[in-house]
């Protein structure tokens, strides 16, 4: 049953801490992409990357990083640099070629504790 | 102004009702559109690509209208199930990345 699986569902962090958000994909794409959600506001990009071992900044990248060591993985580290972190996180895949459309798994919540 | 810009509703609408959402993009170099829905608290899922003749998907109908940079939704015979929010999505094209530029949603509620 192919698809993109987010994990954890619920992740609560304490001041100063970084936490790692997971995103998995067998779809076979070669895009993978961050975003976050907040209340009224549209998804704002985070990363993305087009190729394993490349990735590129979105529009709201300070406070975030990612990697891309496998094609199926794109964990997304908050880092405690991010003074915001509540949110809604969302990742997504897509083939590269042609605007396709992007699939989305079903998400993080992270709040603060 | 905003990329991409929708009125946010909320739509309420009796169900049976005919229900059109509308979307204004402001690239006209815009290639590939979508809309998406999102239930409450849920991840977005493609609901259908809009393409440059129209098209349908049994109850739904998407339009492109690059003359005035607008997409529209349609949606008829609503049914409780439609209730959820509804994104536009636009592809700003150009280079080689499939970024996606996604418009703030436009809630819409099925009343029984």
């Known amino acids: 049953d192919g698809g993109i699986t987010q994990s954890p569902k619920y992740l609560f962090r304490k001041e100063g801490q970084n936490v790692t958000l997971s995103c998995e994909q067998n779809l076979n794409h070669d895009a993978m992409y961050w975003y976050r959600q907040d209340p009224g506001q549209g998804l704002r990009l985070i990363y993305y990357?087009?190729?394993?071992?490349?990735?590129q900044k979105g529009d709201i990248a300070e406070g975030y990083s990612v990697s891309r060591e496998k094609k199926e993985s794109f964990p997304l580290t908050v880092t405690s640099a991010q003074k915001n972190p509540t949110a809604f996180y969302l990742c997504?895949?897509?083939?590269?070629?042609?605007?396709?459309?992007?699939?989305f798994g079903d998400g993080t919540r992270l709040s603060i504790l | 102004r905003k990329e991409v810009e929708q009125d946010p509703g909320p739509f309420n609408v009796p169900e049976g009702a005919t229900v059109a959402f509308n979307c204004t993009y402001s690239?006209?170099?815009?290639?590939?559109f979508f809309w998406y829905r999102q239930d409450c608290r849920k991840e977005p899922k493609l609901l259908m690509s809009?393409?440059?003749s129209g098209n349908e998907d049994g109850r739904f109908t998407a339009q492109l209208n690059r003359a005035s940079q607008y997409i529209s939704l349609l949606i008829r015979d609503s049914k409780l199930s439609d209730s959820a929010t509804y994104l536009c999505v636009v592809s700003p094209g150009g280079g080689a990345t499939n970024k996606l530029i996604f418009g703030t949603g436009t809630l819409l509620a099925v009343q029984p």
């Open positions: 997504a895949s897509s083939i590269v070629q042609g605007n396709q459309p992007q699939h």
């Open positions: 690239n006209s170099a815009s290639q590939s």
């Open positions: 809009v393409y440059s």
């Open positions: 990357s087009q190729i394993v071992n490349d990735f």
